[in-house]
């Protein structure tokens, strides 16, 4: 189980395959497992580096005040520490917040940048949310029951659950394998989500980007696609029909399919 000092924190990674680097960044409450299905895929292509973030999985778990930009600042640690100047970066959800903020700030450590249901800057809907999934898990007092009780009715259409009860089940099970988070770092990290503005910082991202969404997502919908896109020079949108707010689970293929065709046409210069 590799760990690496990274500042003054230790962090959990895994890596498979071989080829260019690319950096996957969970989102939240979850750790570096979670990108399991597109993994398998992108390992034939990419040395895919899987990281656990500060507060969560393997990682350390320090008290103190979460953001976006620490988190970015901990992954460019990390990329120094393991010896990667450059890498494709990739995340949803928090994962992509920290992702702008990486390649906004650490542009000559960035190939490619893809932001999965990402957003610029928290607004108020999406603010009310999150602290509706902070209630659920300091009255549950688990976060793994707050995941699949709170945050999975936004990831998921509710085709999906009646279609495939048993997928359903599975992703359960998945998240009841996974390291248990502590209520207090995911509520350090959920206040990193509820505080994040990158608006200003998305002018400072020079590396080719890809911003996705699902179009049934509520939480971050399509009305954070225009200001992305516009304020990322260069950048293109995918949108994933028949998906909310985690594609990569609910229509693997094509997920894993488009997100490689933009990875390949974007190598290290």
Same mark, same amino acid.
């Given at each position: 189980?590799?760990?690496?000092?990274?500042?003054?924190?230790?962090?959990?990674?895994?890596?498979?395959?071989?080829?260019?680097?690319?950096?996957?960044?969970?989102?939240?409450?979850?750790?570096?497992?979670?990108?399991?299905?597109?993994?398998?895929?992108?390992?034939?292509?990419?040395?895919?580096?899987?990281?656990?973030?500060?507060?969560?999985?393997?990682?350390?778990?320090?008290?103190?005040?979460?953001?976006?930009?620490?988190?970015?600042?901990? #992954?460019? *640690?990390? %990329? @120094? =520490?393991?010896?990667?100047?450059? !890498? $494709?970066?990739?995340?949803?959800? &928090? /994962?992509?917040? +920290?992702?702008?903020?990486?390649?906004?700030?650490y542009p000559e450590k960035v190939t490619s940048l893809s932001l999965h249901s990402a957003w610029p800057a928290t607004d108020p809907f999406l603010r009310t949310v999150v602290e509706g999934w902070q209630v659920m898990a300091r009255?549950?007092?688990?976060?793994?029951?707050?995941?699949?009780?709170?945050?999975?009715?936004?990831?998921?259409?509710?085709?999906?659950?009646?279609?495939?009860?048993?997928?359903?089940?599975?992703?359960?099970?998945?998240?009841?394998?996974?390291?248990?988070?502590? #209520?207090? *770092?995911? %509520? @350090? =990290?959920?206040?990193?989500?509820? !505080? $994040?503005?990158?608006?200003?910082? &998305? /002018?400072?991202? +020079?590396?080719?980007?890809?911003?996705?969404?699902?179009?049934?997502?509520?939480?971050?919908?399509?009305?954070?696609?225009?200001?992305?896109?516009?304020?990322?020079?260069?950048?293109?949108?995918?949108?994933?029909?028949?998906?909310?707010?985690?594609?990569?689970?609910?229509?693997?293929?094509?997920?894993?399919?488009?997100?490689?065709?933009?990875?390949?046409?974007?190598?290290?210069?």
């Amino acid at each position: 189980m590799p760990t690496v000092r990274a500042g003054d924190l230790s962090v959990y990674y895994e890596t498979s395959g071989s080829g260019e680097p690319l950096v996957l960044i969970p989102y939240l409450a979850a750790d570096q497992a979670c990108y399991a299905f597109q993994v398998a895929d992108y390992a034939k292509h990419f040395t895919c580096i899987s990281v656990d973030l500060r507060g969560a999985g393997l990682s350390d778990k320090p008290a103190g005040t979460y953001t976006t930009e620490l988190f970015a600042d901990d #992954v460019a *640690a990390f %990329m @120094q =520490a393991i010896g990667v100047e450059r !890498a $494709h970066v990739m995340g949803l959800s &928090l /994962g992509a917040a +920290t992702g702008m903020w990486l390649a906004a700030k650490y542009p000559e450590k960035v190939t490619s940048l893809s932001l999965h249901s990402a957003w610029p800057a928290t607004d108020p809907f999406l603010r009310t949310v999150v602290e509706g999934w902070q209630v659920m898990a300091r009255g549950l007092a688990s976060v793994p029951d707050m995941v699949i009780q709170g945050i999975f009715p936004w990831c998921y259409t509710p085709e999906l659950y009646a279609a495939k009860p048993e997928y359903i089940q599975s992703l359960i099970d998945f998240v009841r394998s996974r390291p248990v988070q502590p #209520v207090d *770092a995911f %509520m @350090q =990290a959920s206040n990193a989500v509820i !505080a $994040h503005d990158a608006l200003g910082q &998305l /002018g400072r991202i +020079t590396a080719p980007t890809l911003i996705t969404f699902g179009r049934h997502d509520v939480i971050t919908s399509t009305r954070f696609a225009e200001p992305l896109r516009q304020g990322i020079s260069g950048s293109e949108v995918v949108i994933f029909e028949g998906c909310a707010h985690a594609p990569i689970y609910e229509n693997v293929e094509e997920f894993n399919q488009r997100t490689l065709a933009f990875l390949s046409a974007h190598p290290a210069p």
